[in-house]
């Protein structure tokens, strides 16, 4: 076995073992509160948010789980909150595309945390965006009250929630909500917003107030059914459109309802009949280094992710960190842009390293990335960037000015736009890569994704320079063994501040996926992305 074979062989281990333990956290999340909370719900004849989900979308197509990590690792005084509480995610339902939102009541009763909140609003983001049906399956207790104050009253909040219900209904797309459960206080608003509401009976319940708070304030006993139920809405009040006797007859009206609806015009992004691409799915694997240091031939990786392999590559011989290809993903027309890896020389002699984004590469993109525009052709970006060349050869050079030329040509780039963080995804280079803060249609990461200002090593030197200087400062002595112990406790701290894992929990990516399924994501995200307009490019002033 050659030497080349045994480092591909490391690279498909190392990131099997990374995909395994990311399974590992992904199934202890899917059981939500766990087994007691879901015997619980099946007590009551209840399903569960992802047994619903599961009935709800068409048996065998794709769904595009977004925010599994969402709250991962946060809020331990509290228990935690797997998944935000909410399962969210692209599913089709009657053959159509839609935006699934399911609360997950085994999860502190379907409660919104901080990460709640934010989760749905990245649902209805996604939704208006591509002007996706949504669809709500509301099982929630209401605010989470020990931290009313991060998820109430601010712009982000909770309230945006139902603003955007009404901003939604405007734009003609359509919202379903099914009340499955509790649907209390500010919360009994997002149902009734919605287009149209479906209640079941016995186990869905809606009001303002519940029988304690009721008896609190008006001294009234009543019984939850009497107050909320599915016959007070549906028979007396008239707030609910459908009755259902139970959770499946509620998701099949459902599916019945979608199945009704019209469709938007297509805005033609275009598509002919897909090809795999070159090699066996895992040799995607086998490309990526496992030592995160060395250098790889990205466009060898690339041949693994597009169609047949074929790229037509834009100024191939100019600005070289940074790939710039046309190509087909699942037969649909793509323009990618890709962080090169390898160490190069530019045709003037300068050494330029892998990964950096030089006054060159940066030029090269920015006009790339224009010419997609004008060609309707939405734009993927890879990620594995350490960020823009520095020193006083690059700032006499221009970079700033060629690096605010490509962040310029990124956020007025109208075309969607999708983001893979393979590796790192550093400083200003997650800016220029179409970082979160850029709008992507859809961002997910890989399992050796790393997300940050800048790397470890560099910025744990950086805080440790500083904590140092500060306590010589006071006077203080500062030996060689205490610095040693300071810098590792810092880069140990900072570590786990750029894994993907902190970034998904956070909602800075929408997933982490298996690499194998990121042709998956890419062409089921410009599909949903082919049933809205796009707006006139105009990059206004750019930097020359």
């Known amino acids: 076995m050659s030497k080349r074979d045994i480092e591909r062989n490391k690279n498909e281990d190392e990131m099997k073992l990374l995909l395994s333990r990311r399974q590992h956290r992904l199934d202890k999340i899917h059981l939500g509160g766990g087994e007691v909370k879901i015997a619980k719900l099946h007590k009551k004849g209840k399903m569960t948010a992802r047994e619903r989900v599961d009935y709800l979308i068409d048996e065998g197509s794709a769904f595009l789980e977004v925010g599994a990590f969402a709250g991962y690792e946060m809020y331990k005084e509290y228990g935690g909150c797997p998944g935000g509480g909410v399962l969210v995610g692209i599913g089709y339902v009657s053959g159509r595309q839609c935006m699934i939102i399911a609360n997950d009541a085994t999860v502190k009763a379907g409660a919104w945390f901080p990460i709640t909140g934010k989760k749905n609003l990245r649902a209805q983001e996604i939704a208006m965006e591509n002007r996706l049906p949504i669809i709500y399956l509301v099982d929630s207790a209401g605010v989470f009250l020990p931290m009313q104050d991060e998820i109430f009253p601010d712009k982000e909040h909770f309230g945006r929630i139902f603003r955007n219900n009404a901003k939604i209904s405007s734009m003609g797309i359509p919202q379903i909500s099914a009340i499955m459960g509790s649907c209390v206080a500010g919360g009994a608003y997002l149902p009734i917003m919605s287009d149209e509401a479906l209640i079941v009976e016995g186990t869905g319940s809606i009001f ?73 799915p895992d040799d995607l694997l086998r ?56 160490i190069v020389r530019s045709a003037n002699g300068e050494t330029q390293f892998g990964g950096v ?78 970082g979160k803060a850029y709008d992507p249609r859809l961002i997910v990461a890989w399992p050796t ?96």
Request: glycine letters at 8%.
């Open 208 to 280: 303002l107030a519940g029988p304690y708070l009721v008896k609190a304030a008006i001294g009234e006993e009543v019984d939850k059914e009497t107050l909320g139920g599915a016959s007070t809405h549906c028979e007396i009040s008239g707030v609910t459109d459908y009755k259902c006797p139970d959770d499946p007859s509620c998701l099949d009206t459902i599916k019945d309802l979608v199945k009704q609806m019209g469709h938007f015009p297509k805005t033609g992004f275009d598509r002919i009949e897909s090809a795999p691409p070159l090699g066996e």
């Open 357 to 434: 984004i030089y006054s060159d590469s940066a030029d090269k993109a920015a006009r790339f990335i224009m010419n997609c525009n004008q060609k309707k052709i939405p734009l993927v970006f890879l990620h594995d960037v350490s960020g823009f060349m520095v020193g006083s050869r690059s700032e006499h050079g221009g970079i700033i000015k060629d690096g605010a030329k490509m962040v310029n040509a990124v956020s007025n780039s109208t075309v969607p736009k999708f983001s893979i963080v393979m590796g790192n995804s550093y400083g200003a280079g997650n800016y220029a890569m179409c």
């Open 449 to 544: 994704a790393k997300i940050a200002v800048m790397g470890g090593a560099q910025a744990a030197k950086t805080l440790l320079q500083i904590q140092v200087a500060s306590r010589k400062a006071k006077g203080e002595k500062v030996s060689a063994t205490e610095e040693k112990e300071l810098l590792e406790k810092i880069q140990n701290r900072y570590d786990d501040q750029t894994t993907p894992y902190y970034a998904a929990s956070r909602l800075w990516v929408d997933a982490i996926i298996d690499p194998r399924e990121t042709r998956t994501w890419i062409s089921e995200g410009i599909k949903a992305a082919d049933m809205a307009p796009i707006e006139q490019f105009n990059p206004g002033v750019i930097q020359t």
């Open 287 to 342: 490309t990526f280094p496992e030592n995160r240091t060395t250098p790889y031939a990205t466009k060898e990786l690339l041949h693994h992710l597009v169609d047949e392999g074929k790229l037509t590559y834009y100024k191939d011989d100019y600005g070289k960190t940074i790939i710039c290809a046309y190509a087909r993903i699942d037969g649909w027309s793509v323009g990618i842009v890709a962080n090169n890896r390898e």
